[in-house]
């Protein structure tokens, strides 16, 4: 079984920032993608931005050139930096990682972006 624990989320200001944690544990041989996703109310669960086994990044189009993802391979920790925060990134987030073919979920992290 493998264990995360996310960190981060709150309440910010619109033009405001944000670094999201997510840390693996438990039986982990090698981690392969991981990744950030929310959802906010009333929407369908999307995809943020992802990252390979190998550090590449990829991001859907309504976050590119504010939210970067970065991993630390020797902690088993995946983070998002979310810069330049907007009303609409206002969603729960949940980081998921893929071990051994297997997706695993973070309990989610609440993100609010209000004045």
């Known amino acids: 079984q493998v264990q995360l624990v996310e960190s981060g989320g709150g309440l910010v200001q619109p033009g405001g920032s944000l670094r999201l944690s997510c840390a693996a544990s438990?039986?982990?041989?090698?981690?392969?993608?991981m990744g950030w996703f929310r959802q906010a109310p009333g929407k369908q669960r999307e995809l943020v931005a992802f990252?390979?086994?190998?550090?590449?990044?990829n991001y859907a189009d309504s976050v590119k050139g504010r939210f970067t993802i970065s991993r630390d391979n020797a902690k088993n920790t995946v983070y998002l930096q979310i810069n330049s925060l907007k009303p609409e990134d206002t969603a729960v987030y949940y980081c998921?990682?893929?071990?051994?073919?297997?997706?695993?979920w973070g309990q989610g992290t609440q993100v609010t972006v209000s004045s």
């Open positions: 998921n990682v893929v071990v051994a073919s297997m997706n695993y």
């Open positions: 990252i390979t086994s190998g550090g590449s990044g």
């Open positions: 438990g039986s982990i041989f090698r981690i392969n993608g």
